[in-house]
C-alpha cells in the first residue's frame, strides 16, 4: 500500500487551509468556479497522491469532500481488509506533509463493493456526498471527480437519484471503445478501476441518470512522465516532492523484480481529473485542451464490455488529454509551493 513512512517526516513550519493559497506572491484574481468531491483509493497507486496534491494546489477549485475509498479483495497494494480506512489515513498524512489543515474535509467510504444493484453500502462518505450534492446555497457546478472505483458515488446515487441532477461525475476508469482505440497488449480482461467494483459501474453507467465524462484506459495510459522529470521536478521539491517521488520509486522497485527491470516511465493516470476541472478554459468553460467524443452511455456487462443502449443520455468519452498542460502547471505549482513552504516559521494565512 501506499506508505506513510519513509524519510523521516518533517513537520512543515507554515499551515494553511483550503480556501487559500499564501504560496502565490500574487493571489488569485477572482473566486473558485467550480466544486468537487475528490474520491480515490489512497492506499493504492500512489499516482492519486499526484492527483491530490495538484487539486490541492489549484484555487480555480473548491474541495468540499475528500472521499477515502477502497480497492479490490486482495490487492497487492493494500491486501488488508480495512483499505478505505487505510486511504483516510493516508490522506491526513498527506495533509499533515502539507501543513493542512483542514482534515475535517476527509471522509471514509465503504470497506466493500456493493452486494448488488440495488442496496448502497452505507458509510460517511455516502451521507456526505448525499449532503453536498443537494445544497441549495452554491450555485458554482460541482464535479464527483474519481480516480478508482465507484462504490461510494454509486451508493449515494442508490440513498438519493436526485443527485444526479446535481453533479458530473469524473471517471477514470473502464475499457477501451470499439472505434477508438483497442487494448494494450496482456491487458486485465476487466479494466484495474472497473474491477474494483463491477456492480457500482453497472449502476453508474447502466441504472442511474449521473451525467458522465470518461477517462478510459486507452487514455490514462497516455499520462506518462519519465523518472528523470520525476527526479528533477519532483523529488527536488523539497520534502512534498520528496514523499511523492518516493512513493513511485517504491513501485519502481517492487516491479522491477517481477518485469525483469524497471520502466523510465511512470503513468500518473488520475491526473486528467484535474486537466479537466481546474485547468478549464477561462472563456466558454470547458476542457478544451483535451479531446472527447459524445456516446450514447453504454450498459457495462458482467465481463466488463460495453453493450449498445438505443436512446441512453450522452456521455463524453476522452480520446486525448494535453499532458503539456496538466504536467507543467503541477511540476511548478509544487516548486511555487515548497518556495513558500521553506522560507521560515512564519505560519501562513488561513481562511
Same mark, same amino acid.
Given at each position: 500500500? *501506499?506508505?506513510?513512512s +519513509?524519510?523521516?517526516r518533517a513537520?512543515?513550519?507554515?499551515?494553511?487551509?483550503?480556501?487559500?493559497?499564501?504560496?502565490?506572491a500574487?493571489?488569485?484574481?477572482s473566486a473558485?468556479r467550480?466544486r468537487?468531491?475528490i474520491?480515490?483509493d489512497?492506499?493504492?497507486d %500512489?499516482?492519486d497522491? @499526484?492527483?491530490?496534491v !495538484?487539486h490541492?494546489?489549484?484555487?480555480s477549485?473548491?474541495?468540499?469532500l475528500?472521499v &477515502?475509498?477502497?480497492l479490490r479483495?486482495d490487492?497487492?497494494?493494500? %491486501?488488508?481488509?480495512?483499505?478505505a480506512?487505510n486511504?483516510?489515513?493516508v490522506? #491526513?498524512?498527506l =495533509?499533515?506533509?502539507?501543513?493542512l489543515t483542514?482534515?475535517a474535509?476527509?471522509?471514509?467510504g465503504?470497506n466493500g463493493a456493493?452486494e448488488?444493484? #440495488?442496496t448502497p453500502q452505507?458509510? &460517511? /462518505?455516502?451521507?456526505?456526498i448525499?449532503a453536498?450534492?443537494m445544497r441549495d446555497?452554491?450555485?458554482t457546478p460541482?464535479f464527483?471527480?474519481?480516480g +478508482?472505483?465507484l462504490t461510494?458515488?454509486?451508493s449515494?446515487w442508490?440513498?438519493?437519484p436526485r443527485?444526479?441532477?446535481r453533479l458530473?461525475v469524473v471517471?477514470i476508469g473502464?475499457s477501451e471503445?470499439?472505434g477508438l482505440?483497442v487494448p494494450?497488449p496482456n491487458?486485465?480482461?476487466?479494466? @484495474?478501476?472497473l474491477?474494483?467494483?463491477?456492480i457500482?459501474?453497472?449502476v453508474? =453507467?447502466?441504472?442511474s441518470t449521473?451525467?458522465?465524462w470518461?477517462v %478510459?484506459r486507452?487514455? @490514462?495510459?497516455?499520462c506518462l512522465?519519465s523518472?528523470a522529470e520525476?527526479?528533477?521536478r519532483?523529488a527536488? /521539491?523539497?520534502p512534498? +516532492?520528496? !514523499?511523492?517521488y518516493?512513493?513511485? &520509486?517504491?513501485?519502481?522497485?517492487?516491479v522491477?523484480t !517481477?518485469?525483469?527491470?524497471?520502466s523510465?516511465? @511512470?503513468?500518473?493516470?488520475?491526473?486528467?481529473?484535474v486537466?479537466? *476541472?481546474?485547468?478549464?478554459?477561462?472563456?466558454?468553460?470547458?476542457?478544451?485542451s483535451?479531446?472527447?467524443?459524445?456516446?450514447p452511455?453504454?450498459a457495462?456487462?458482467?465481463d466488463g464490455s460495453?453493450? /449498445?443502449v438505443?436512446? &441512453?443520455?450522452?456521455?463524453r468519452?476522452? *480520446?486525448?488529454?494535453?499532458?503539456?498542460?496538466m504536467?507543467?502547471d503541477?511540476?511548478l505549482?509544487?516548486a511555487e =509551493?515548497e518556495?513558500w513552504?521553506? *522560507?521560515?516559521p512564519?505560519? +501562513?494565512?488561513s481562511?
Open positions: 500500500m *501506499t506508505r506513510m +519513509g524519510l523521516p513537520e512543515p513550519s507554515r499551515t494553511w487551509s483550503l480556501g487559500s493559497s499564501p504560496w502565490q500574487i493571489p488569485p484574481a473558485p467550480a468537487l468531491i474520491d480515490n489512497f492506499s493504492g %500512489p499516482d497522491l @499526484y492527483q491530490l !495538484h490541492l494546489l489549484s484555487p477549485v473548491t474541495i468540499p475528500v &477515502a475509498s477502497h479483495p490487492d497487492p497494494f493494500d %491486501p488488508s481488509d480495512r483499505q480506512e486511504a483516510a489515513s490522506v #491526513r498524512d =495533509f499533515a506533509r502539507m501543513g483542514s482534515s474535509v476527509i471522509v471514509q465503504s456493493l448488488d444493484r #440495488r452505507r458509510s &460517511a /462518505a455516502v451521507a456526505a448525499v453536498e450534492a446555497d452554491l450555485s460541482l464527483y471527480v474519481a +478508482g472505483g461510494d458515488l454509486a449515494a442508490l440513498v438519493e443527485i444526479a441532477e458530473t471517471w473502464g471503445h470499439g482505440a494494450p491487458a486485465m480482461p476487466i479494466e @484495474y478501476n474491477l474494483i467494483d463491477l457500482a459501474g453497472q453508474v =453507467f447502466t441504472d449521473l451525467p458522465i470518461q %478510459p486507452d487514455v @490514462y495510459r497516455q512522465v523518472d520525476l527526479r528533477l519532483v527536488a /521539491a523539497g512534498l +516532492g520528496r !514523499h511523492l518516493d512513493e513511485v &520509486a517504491a513501485v519502481f522497485a517492487l522491477g !517481477h518485469l525483469g527491470g524497471a523510465e516511465t @511512470y503513468a500518473l493516470g488520475d491526473s486528467p481529473l486537466l479537466l *476541472t481546474a485547468l478549464q478554459s477561462l472563456f466558454e468553460p470547458d476542457s478544451t483535451s479531446r472527447h467524443v459524445q456516446r452511455t453504454p457495462i456487462q458482467d460495453y453493450r /449498445a438505443a436512446g &441512453a443520455r450522452p456521455m468519452v476522452y *480520446t486525448w488529454v494535453d499532458t503539456r498542460l504536467f507543467e503541477f511540476y505549482k509544487l =509551493f518556495r513552504q521553506s *522560507t521560515g512564519t505560519a +501562513g494565512v481562511a
